[in-house]
Nanobody
Framework: QARPVESGGGSVQTGGSLRVSCSAS????????MAWFRQAPGQEREAVAT????????YEVSSVKGRFTISLDKAVLSLFLQMNSLKPDDTAMYYC?????????????????WGQGTQVTVSS
């Protein structure tokens, strides 16, 4: 299966908004779960949000809940992460991930397909 392809990201000041996108349209069949992870320099990769593709059930980690929203256009397998009220701590490389297994948690090892990442930088 091809890897997902992210787009969007960029630089913004504290309190600003950004949206990152991910295309998985080249997949021959739908993943079970897609997710956004992020990794800041010197830190481990961490989950940001997940979405079950068929049900649309979403989960956002507590550090972003109420500020970030994950969504999916199931028809074309485009994944989005709307990020509002951004903080400098949100600065990281953001990765799109997908899995065809039944897993839909926050562990990175559960996802077998990863995009190349897109940088989000929030300045104070």
């Amino acid at each position: 299966q091809a890897r997902p392809v992210e787009s969007g990201g960029g630089s913004v000041q504290t309190g600003g908004s950004l949206r990152v996108s991910c295309s998985a349209s080249r997949y021959s069949h739908r993943p079970n779960c897609m997710a956004w992870f992020r990794q800041a320099p010197g830190q481990e990769r961490e989950a940001v949000a997940t979405i079950e593709v068929d049900s649309g059930r979403t989960y956002e980690v507590s550090s972003v809940k109420g500020r970030f929203t994950i969504s999916l256009d199931k028809a074309v397998l485009s994944l989005f992460l709307q990020m509002n009220s951004l903080k400098p701590d949100d600065t990281a490389m953001y990765y799109c991930a997908a899995t065809f297994t039944s897993y839909c948690g926050t562990g990175s090892t559960g996802f077998g397909y990863w995009g190349q990442g897109t940088q989000v930088t929030v300045s104070s």
